[in-house]
């Protein structure tokens, strides 16, 4: 397999702030040193794209020193964080902003579904802006007309094709304009978040179009999304962005737990530790901390559907004989109730506690929930009724799906849960 | 594996030189010229009942109105022309002339949401307004030739003659001054939107500056290099010259807006190029 697409050094710097009058007088001077042969003045300013900082200079690399290569036919997921780079670079490879330093050499036509439906004029029917629009992504005349009626199908607003489509619903129009990019055929495809696009039915369609389209071997596919059951399922390889550079790069599945291993700089969520002196509780009994942990004993800010976690909370008993009992409860993200669970099976239930430090642990089965945020409350209770604290929604427990359970099916899973039901067909005459 | 420089068909770079007109790329985006094209001239009637009677209308009621306020009510001369016909062949001429630059002017910024999504030649654009501004040019022109056999047949004092050769030329050059300053400007409003404003008054004055409302020869002299200065001002003057024999032709007012033409299209080329690669980090 040849490399089609080559990217040496790219990066991209931008200003911060607004374009005013202080403007003019860096265009001038950038002028002024160019006129004499001199570099860019500004081209050695500027600092690592973490928008959380504040900064010192004016400057910032949206992308710094990318260098990667991409090979006929394979399908590259590229992820990160918000803000990592990613649309940037898509932007530069597509053509549509220009690197500050770099190159990228490329084999073949690159078509980028960046956005679909670009150019659709309201005025015109279905037809005319499949005819515009497939021109603006770069097809012929000839081309397009050659597969009118497959996109038309494809698209499946047959009935409205010649109705301008000022009077199409927003789904209609995202089909129509995704089925003309789908019937692109360039050598080298960059899709950025397609499944957010459309219902469930439709994002099978354009995902089997994607697969459909690296099969062939020929082509190449560069993917970008933050939904990972979807890059895990269609990429064999992964560039993994940070901060405007190539932080890591290889086997989709390292990357991935890479990706969701990162987590500094967020706030960790998963974890609540309390100092001496500030800790939840009475007199008899403090919290010093409440966390999530895998099977493995990690303290990760986000699980996979598949896998126990467990809910550890850690406290003191400062005096002889507390009897306490726990209670948790979970609620979804739109502040759902979905269960509560209090301690009644813990052998230390409302069993005298000596002075000391103890662990209380909480275990969520597998394949429980569905892929979201979770929030968790703790309700410590002594004496069977007292309540010594409520830590309202103290923890949040995050789920995402490694994909292993869905089939072959991409779209959203709606609900809170997602436990396994048994199914069984049988034939009964 | 090692690849000879080149086997690649597209190497994206920071910088490209002054002068790369990418021409064929141009033409292989050709069909999207020709969609803009439709687009812009279908689109604008769509939902409207007269339709394309509305090129008719306009021009029509312009030239009524300019003749009742300069002609008869200003009473400024028109070189002894009917003054229906001396406003319209001026109106015709201007209003391809402005419609052309006002559109491309707005390239940049008008179109930075599609500009953000989709590469194509960006000169496409203009390329676009330049040639639907010419088939509704086409439509007035029409019109304009009408009034003139009406004017002819009733015996008026006009006729035709062999500068008309001339026509296609003015009409090319009309284009091409109104595309190349059109890029310029469309080119700077993407840093300082200030020539936004200075366009849409600008355009409106420098008709008052050229001859569309008075012929060459009701110019006072300390006036006279201002005006002759507009390079539209030639166009027009010839073109009556050659359709009307009215006002005086000298082969300056062929050479002056010609060069005019080239230089600043050269120049709007080059600001084009240059800013088409980075305006979207400063839009």
Request: aromatic share 12%; proline share 3%; with cysteine.
């Given at each position: ?386 309540v010594i604290c409520h830590l309202e929604k103290i923890i949040t427990l995050s789920y995402i799906d490694n994909g ?26 | ?13 920071p910088k490209s030189s002054l002068f790369d007109l990418q021409l064929k790329e141009v033409w292989r985006y050709r ?253």
């Amino acid at each position: 397999m040849s490399t089609v697409i080559k990217v040496e050094n790219l990066s991209k710097q931008y200003r911060l702030g607004e374009v005013g009058s202080g403007t003019i007088s860096h265009d001038l001077n950038r002028w002024w040193h160019k006129l004499r042969g001199k570099e860019d003045p500004y081209i050695k300013l500027g600092e690592v794209n973490d928008r959380t900082i504040k900064g010192t200079s004016d400057y910032v690399w949206a992308l710094r020193d990318i260098n990667f290569e991409v090979k006929q036919g394979e399908l590259l997921g590229i992820i990160g964080k918000n803000g990592a780079g990613k649309s940037t670079l898509l932007k530069l490879l597509s053509r549509v902003a220009s690197p500050t330093l770099g190159t990228i050499k490329a084999k073949g036509r690159i078509a980028s579904l960046l956005e679909v439906g670009t150019g659709f004029n309201d005025q015109l029917t279905g037809r005319e802006n499949v005819f515009l629009n497939g021109a603006i992504l770069g097809m012929t005349k000839a081309e397009i007309r050659s597969k009118l009626d497959e996109i038309i199908a494809f698209s499946g607003t047959e009935r409205y094709i010649d109705t301008p489509v000022k009077r199409y619903s927003s789904g209609m129009r995202v089909r129509l304009a995704f089925a003309v990019a789908a019937h692109l055929e360039p050598e080298i495809l960059i899709v950025d978040e397609v499944l957010a696009v459309g219902d469930a039915e439709f994002q099978k369609k354009a995902i089997g179009k994607m697969q459909d389209v690296s099969k062939g071997g020929n082509r190449t596919v560069l993917f970008v999304s933050h939904n990972m059951a979807a890059i895990q399922a269609l990429c064999s390889r992964a560039i993994l962005l940070k901060n405007g550079s190539v932080w890591n790069q290889g086997n989709v599945k390292d990357m991935i737990s890479y990706y969701l291993a990162d987590n500094d700089g967020a706030e960790r969520k998963s974890y609540m530790h309390w100092k001496e002196g500030s800790r939840p509780g009475g007199e008899s009994i403090e919290i010093i901390s409440i966390h999530l942990e895998d099977s493995h004993s990690n303290n990760n800010e986000e699980f996979y559907l598949d896998e126990e976690v467990y809910i550890k909370i850690r406290f003191k008993s400062k005096s002889e004989g507390a009897r306490i009992n726990y209670s948790i409860s979970i609620y979804g993200k739109g502040e759902e109730y979905i269960l509560a669970s209090p301690s009644i099976n813990d052998p230390y239930y409302r069993i005298p506690l000596e002075e000391g430090i103890y662990e209380s642990c909480c275990v969520i089965p597998a394949n429980l929930f569905n892929e979201g945020d979770f929030n968790i409350s703790v309700l410590l209770v002594n004496n069977v009724n007292r309540v010594i604290c409520h830590l309202e929604k103290i923890i949040t427990l995050s789920y995402i799906d490694n994909g292993k359970k869905r089939g072959n099916y991409f779209g959203t899973w709606n609900g809170l849960i997602r436990p396994e039901l048994c199914w069984n067909t049988k034939k009964v005459e | 594996m090692k690849e000879k420089e080149e086997d690649w068909s597209l190497v994206i770079e920071p910088k490209s030189s002054l002068f790369d007109l990418q021409l064929k790329e141009v033409w292989r985006y050709r069909d999207l010229l020709q969609m803009f094209v439709t687009r812009d001239f279908i689109a604008v009637y769509k939902q409207t009942i007269l339709g394309p009677i509305w090129f008719f209308l306009q021009p029509l009621f312009t030239t009524i109105t300019f003749t009742i306020v300069f002609g008869n009510i200003a009473g400024i001369s028109t070189g002894g022309v009917p003054p229906l016909l001396f406003y319209m062949a001026g109106i015709t001429c201007w209003n391809y002339f402005a419609a052309c630059l006002t559109a491309t002017s707005n390239t940049f910024v008008g179109n930075a949401n599609i500009f953000g999504k989709v590469y194509f030649p960006r000169v496409i654009t203009p390329l676009a307004i330049v040639v639907s501004n010419m088939l509704k040019f086409g439509v007035q022109f029409v019109l304009f030739l009408l009034l003139l056999s009406y004017y002819i047949f009733t015996g008026a004092d006009v006729q035709p003659n062999a500068y008309l050769l001339l026509v296609p030329l003015l009409v090319v050059l009309m284009a091409i001054i109104a595309m190349g300053f059109g890029m310029l400007i469309s080119a700077m409003t993407t840093r300082y939107r200030d020539l936004q404003f200075l366009i849409g008054f600008g355009v409106q004055l420098a008709m008052y500056a050229s001859t569309v409302i008075y012929p060459v020869s009701g110019i006072p002299e300390k006036y006279k290099t201002f005006i002759m200065a507009n390079p539209m001002s030639s166009i027009i003057e010839v073109f009556r010259f050659a359709f009307l024999s009215s006002g005086s032709f000298q082969w300056m007012y062929v050479i002056y807006p010609t060069v005019f033409a080239v230089v600043i299209f050269i120049l709007g080329m080059i600001v084009f190029n240059k800013v088409e690669k980075t305006f979207l980090d400063t839009v």
